[in-house]
């Protein structure tokens, strides 16, 4: 999540660092460290995605097995669509024949162009992994400069916040098959952009940089795009507040480069708005608005999440049914209000992250507080939003407290970088410049005074830190796609045009490795269904394609372990209809636990099958 703080060289946001321009560092001390910090990111991205290299090609997150097969058809998606020259914001390669809108699903396409030669020479399963380690890592190193360069003089301060930004417990949470919440690396960015939307003399540049990273962040994610601005209106409202002549005083300077950066924006991505809404299998918001009763459970706040070094899986039998945005344990939540309690009175920032924590913490507990588990009867700050709002339909409440987690991270380095002296009156620029790095520190008889505290103040920050260090994703093993299929002997039953049929069928529930299919072989055939988000018959939202009588009759058949008690001619005449539908070419059984009954019910509604290299195989081009 992005950390949404002011540039204090351009605003009087924060009093403690208003000499930072004063003081020279040497070159050599600041350029090590800084390498040494994103070294250790990157280490951190390889360590989280661990379990994955043990056998890359064959390994998916075991929390979520379906999204991580999801994100790698979307690599492919973006190989196939470069190598193809292909409209990328459509893709007819699955949900056959009526394509899937990439645009209104989460289709990383700012990621998956740029990385299409490497995945056409690795392959999309180890693309997957080095991707999903160097975002944490990026969107690490992205916060550590916007910290290092705009908030603190401490590098080891900017090395915390930065850390925790991009390996937070909820950002690692979501690495669990959903790379694109943790692709944060522009948001940093953004936001110190928009905060020097107030330099005199340069909003016009301003800007135009604003308006080009908004517009690539929309192809990464809208959502957290989102969230950033939400968290940038918050913290304006606010320093509007506390500081109203400062802020009248740059308010038309601000006005003129969020126009120029909103204009460039719209500019760069009307038509993918546009397709994304009125597109072909666009939709109307989600049915019945199942996103909108997933709020934050209190006790979630304080408990260890499952992929850090302490982290326990048993929670989540309780507290753990949604999203583990928040799980920041008890130490970090105690050590977050004592160091606002003692720096919102000499903090401007400090101040500003005290409003973002609790309106983001407040604004996600839903329509009804829980607490542990269990929903207690007291209505939450949802339950006054109507289900229906445009874009609120869509939001998860439990998601805005990765804004908290942005606060947090943004204190964490504040903290640090006060313990360490940094956060000081400001002092004359000619005694910076003899002592450098201690400006602002004061006479040695306080000095001695307080020393003491400083080694109280790392050590609390540290162990509140340590205990949410990230630990291995858990990774299952999944079945290889056939041979048949990777070796191309599917190729002469498969026509132009036509489509091969996977079984199970892909969905967002079944078919996770014949959906695999798709994604190993780079989109060389079309299928049927597939896991994505597109319309119901009445233009809403809905995971998957809406279910046909066949696949229906599949997945009852795989569901119970038995042929049902009758088929009949109706299901066998329904068969071909369907197949018809699909444009089917043929029918494709591989390895599978419940293949034995899914055989039979395809012999009974098909005819007998022929068996291809290791797959059973049902040619319907002559009934279709």
Known sequence: MAVPVVDPSLNPVSETVETRATTRRPRRGPVRADVLAIGAYV????????????????????????????????FSHGAYSVRHLENPLFSTQQNAPDGVNMMANTS?????????????????????????????????????????RHLVRSRAAAFVGGGFLGFAPGIVHHANGQPNFVSNFLLPLIVVRVFRLAEPGRWRRNGLVLGLLVAYQIFINEEMLL???????????????????????????????????????????????????????????????????WGEDVVAFVTFARDTIVGNEAVEATIGRTEQNTWFGWPLVLLSVVALALLVRRSLVARILAVLAVVFSVASLGPEIRFDGELTGIAGPWSYIPE???????????????????????????????????QRPPVPAQRTAEAPGTAGTPGSATRLRHRWQRPIGYAAITLAVLPLLPSPLPAEPIDPPPTFITSGA??????????????????????????????????????PAGYFIGPNLDGEGVFGAPNRPTSTLIYRTMDAGHLPDELTDENRRQAVEDLRFWRASVVVLGAHPREPVLRELLTALLGDPQRVDDVWLWDVRDRV
Do not use: K
């Not at 991205?45 to 994100?71: A, E």
């Not at 190729?491 to 079944?510: A, D, E, K």
């Open 227 to 293: 969230l950033t601005a939400l968290a940038c209106l918050v913290v304006v409202v606010a320093y509007a507040v506390l500081r109203p002549r400062a802020a009248w005083a740059r308010a038309g300077t601000f006005a003129a480069g969020l126009g120029t950066g909103g204009g460039v924006a719209l500019l760069l991505a009307a038509y993918p708005i546009w397709f994304q809404f009125n597109g072909p299998q666009s939709y109307r918001g989600l049915q019945g608005g199942v996103f909108h009763s």
């Open 43 to 74: 280490l951190l991205g390889v360590v989280v995605c661990l379990n994955y290299w043990v056998d890359v090609n064959n390994r998916v997150s075991s929390h979520l097995p379906t999204d991580h097969s999801w994100f790698e058809w979307l």
């Open 108 to 148: 990383l396409l700012g990621v998956t162009l740029p990385l299409a030669p490497l995945t056409m020479l690795l392959g999309p399963q180890v693309v997957y992994a080095l991707y999903l380690g160097g975002a944490l890592a990026a969107t690490a190193g992205t916060s550590y400069w916007m910290l290092s």
């Open 388 to 422: 229906d709002l445009p874009l609120v339909e869509m939001m998860m409440p439990t998601r805005l407290t990765l804004v908290t987690t942005a606060a947090l991270g943004v204190l964490l380095a504040l903290a640090w970088d006060t313990v360490a002296g940094n």
């Open 490 to 527: 599917w190729r002469p039953y498969v026509p132009q045009g036509r489509t091969l049929v996977p079984v199970p069928i892909p969905s967002n529930v079944h078919g996770l490795s014949t959906l695999r299919w798709s994604a190993l072989t780079g989109h060389e055939f079309p299928i």
